[in-house]
């Protein structure tokens, strides 16, 4: 298992780089996703697409592998009429992707993804239930850590959190940001989350700008409760989740995102439209930086829809 590499990656040394809009980068390679359970159903009708899904962000240098299970619970496969297969196919998207890490010639660690954008909210009760037996689904399949997601829903969040740290495997809350600034209440956040159980913060951004925003404007308050922070950002203030940006340039994107590495994110992942391209893109990007020699940030702050030239390397 790699994941105590990954760990010590947290607080130093070059940033994590992790892929989380796996389905975009499946819709890039033509992969049809239409309704909910369509990732189950690509789990057992076609295997060979998802190993080689992983084995192409394992040579595109990714840090972390997002298994796909997502929607591999009842309510998203029964959908396609495999309810009955959650714990299945959640092991085969697991072991595919432990699979792939193994194949590397660094350590990657795998982490099961807790939360979809692809079914709808339900009675708090029963998603509790649902939240806490995908968990122990992640858990027992393998899976190194678990990224919890809140479909949009504090509320959601944190019983995504408190399910997932039950299984006592690391646990990242993903923190969506839109338009509203940083504000008093995300210190009583970010308490709860490290609460519950979150050993990390990744903020789900829009634009480079945005990105550099949440991390100067949080520092201390993450400081003070003691989790590391990520930015997921999208492929442009455009991207839409699940749906590859095509108008995105990924080497540009990349050398923006330098920026917050300079900013202090621990983790810098691809969001909303983002592909394979992005992330080999950033994976590079980070790797030619001297990692005694931390980048400075450009003037100012850019996103994917800015001008600018890119950095030489």
């Given amino acids: 298992m790699s994941f105590s590499h990954v760990q010590a990656r947290l607080l130093a040394g070059r940033p994590l780089v992790v892929a989380v809009d796996s389905n975009a980068s499946l819709r890039a390679r033509g992969v049809a996703l239409d309704v909910p359970g369509a990732l189950g159903q690509l789990l057992r009708e076609r295997p060979d697409d998802v190993r080689e899904h992983y084995r192409v962000e394992v040579g595109c240098r990714a840090d972390v592998l997002a298994a796909l299970t997502g929607d591999t619970t009842p309510r998203a496969l029964a959908e396609v009429g495999m309810e009955h297969r959650a714990a299945q196919l ?11 890490a193994e194949e590397s010639a660094k350590p990657v660690a795998v982490a099961g993804m807790l939360g979809s954008d692809m079914v709808t909210p339900v009675a708090a009760v029963r998603l509790h239930e649902e939240l806490a037996e995908h968990s122990a689904r992640l858990h027992a399949a393998g899976c190194e850590l678990l990224i919890a997601r809140g479909q949009g829903s504090r509320v959601t969040l944190m019983g995504a959190v408190v ?22 209440s995300d210190q009583e956040l970010f308490r709860a989350l490290r609460d519950a159980g979150a050993s990390a913060v990744l903020f789900e951004v829009s634009s480079v700008a945005r990105g550099v925003r949440e991390l100067t404007e949080t520092r201390q308050a993450l400081a003070d409760v003691g989790l590391p922070v990520g930015i997921l950002l999208a492929a442009s203030e455009l991207a839409l989740p699940g749906f590859p940006d095509t108008d995105s340039a990924p080497e540009r994107w990349a050398d923006h995102a ?5 900013a202090g994110a621990r983790v810098i992942g691809g969001g909303a439209g983002t ?4 992330l080999r893109a950033l994976a590079r990007a980070l790797g030619s930086l001297h990692p005694s020699l931390p980048p400075q940030p450009s003037e100012p702050a850019v996103n994917d829809a800015s001008e600018r030239s ?3 390397s």
Avoid: C, F, I, K
Wanted: hydrophobic share 40%; net charge negative; no cysteine.
């Fill in 275 to 278: 592909t394979e391209s992005h």
């Fill in 163 to 184: 399910a997932a740290a039950r299984t006592e495997l690391p646990t990242w809350a993903v923190v969506e940001r839109t338009g509203e600034p940083a504000s008093d």
């Fill in 310 to 312: 890119p950095r030489n």
């Fill in 90 to 100: 959640t092991s085969r998207a697991v072991e595919l992707a432990l699979d792939a």
């Fill in 258 to 262: 330098l920026d917050l590495d300079a």
